[in-house]
């Protein structure tokens, strides 16, 4: 979730905002429409640097900020895609018994979150590529 995934959310923000500069000026400007974020995402945000923005605040900010929720309306499939990943995200990494998930949870997790990080733009031959290595089933 955290690396090919959440690189695909950050370039996915990057295309609905392309002059994003990082810089906290960008957060002062973006509309945040109907995102409700905790006191820590907020100060996380408000520093505007996407590359510091983890998993949770960078799906809020895509479904919820003005401008990102109404182009995320316009191509099919990715609100839906969206709100399976956080919901995901929630289970599995939200409150963790441990850092390694049963192959029952992994065979029932793995393709849906392929198929919604591709969904967003995410490169399928580098999915593919990670579940070869992914033995293990760490998230």
Known sequence: MYGVGLQALRELFKQ???SWSNT??????LDKGNMYIGREEEACFRRGNIE???FSLMTSVLLFSTKCAL???RRPGYDIALHELK???NK?????STDRMSDADFNHY???LSKNFITLGADSYVIAALKLKSGNHKI
């Open 71 to 73: 182009e995320i309306s």
């Open 24 to 29: 906290p000026g960008d957060a002062a400007a």
């Open 87 to 89: 919901k995901c995200r």
């Open 110 to 112: 793995w393709p849906l």
């Open 92 to 96: 599995l990494l939200g409150h963790p």
């Open 52 to 54: 510091e923005w983890d």
């Open 16 to 18: 609905i905002h392309p």
